[in-house]
């Protein structure tokens, strides 16, 4: 028996774009259950028809798309937010974050990245416009811990930490399994007793985690430590 297709919802205010990638989603094998314009109409809408993947605009005329993202995470726990926006900005990547994104794409994307970074969001993924994640992660860095924060936080096994690292940045657990050399099987363990110890819920909570704690992307610093 085939997998359910992931349901979408496309908020934008801009008819035209939005009915568009409404059209190749459908066309790709997405159910796109809805489409909304404003913020407050995203909100309804999502509670309504409940999808697991909500693609969010944030310039929505005169509402934010910022609010919208922050109320549906809040109040649809099974629905995820990806943002689709024209701005790479910084400070509007950081935002989106902040109030819960999963992700953040910028709308020169192309269709394949589009869909695949939808089909990663649906599965828990976090996932970014190349190099929006090393942004993220180096403001994160900069504001995150205070200097007794370490002697608080759960005990990881080195191997964990460097699950933890490369979830961070994006990567699937097929891809950790390549990169580390070991099952899928066992990069998925290793996430679950992650979550266990982190009192987490899900791999995009662990990415923030791992990003607020200034895991960095490359682990040098603590290799030669």
């Known amino acids: 028996m085939s997998e359910p297709p992931v349901t979408v919802m496309v908020v934008d205010d801009h008819p035209m774009w939005r009915d568009g990638v409404a059209r190749d989603l459908g066309e790709r094998g997405f159910e796109v259950r809805a489409t909304a314009g404003d913020a407050g109409s995203a909100l309804r ?17 005169d509402s934010s ?23 790479g900005e910084h400070a509007d990547v950081l935002e989106a974050v902040k109030a819960g994104a999963s992700g953040y794409l910028v709308k020169s994307a192309s269709a394949e990245e589009l869909v ?8 828990g993924d ?24 370490e002697h608080q936080a759960p005990q990881l096994t080195e191997r964990e930490t460097e699950v933890l690292r490369l979830v961070a940045k994006g990567m699937t657990a097929r891809q950790i399994a390549n990169k580390l050399v070991i099952s899928h ?5 290793h996430v679950q007793s992650t979550l266990r ?18 895991l960095d992307q490359d682990g040098e610093a603590e290799e030669q430590a």
């Open 126 to 149: 976090a996932v970014f416009t190349a190099g929006l994640a090393g942004l993220v992660l180096g403001e994160y860095r900069r504001m995150a811990v205070t200097p007794d924060s």
């Open 45 to 61: 809408i999502a509670q309504a028809v409940k999808p697991d993947v909500v693609l969010m605009d944030l310039n929505l005329g």
């Open 197 to 214: 110890k982190l009192q987490l819920h899900n791999r995009v909570e662990l990415a923030r985690y791992a990003i607020e704690h200034g």
């Open 65 to 87: 798309g910022v609010q919208a993202t922050l109320q549906i995470t809040q109040e649809i726990p099974g629905t995820r937010v990806l943002v689709l926006s024209a701005s």
């Open 185 to 189: 099987r066992t990069v998925e363990n």
């Open 116 to 123: 695949d970074a939808v089909q990663r969001t649906a599965a």
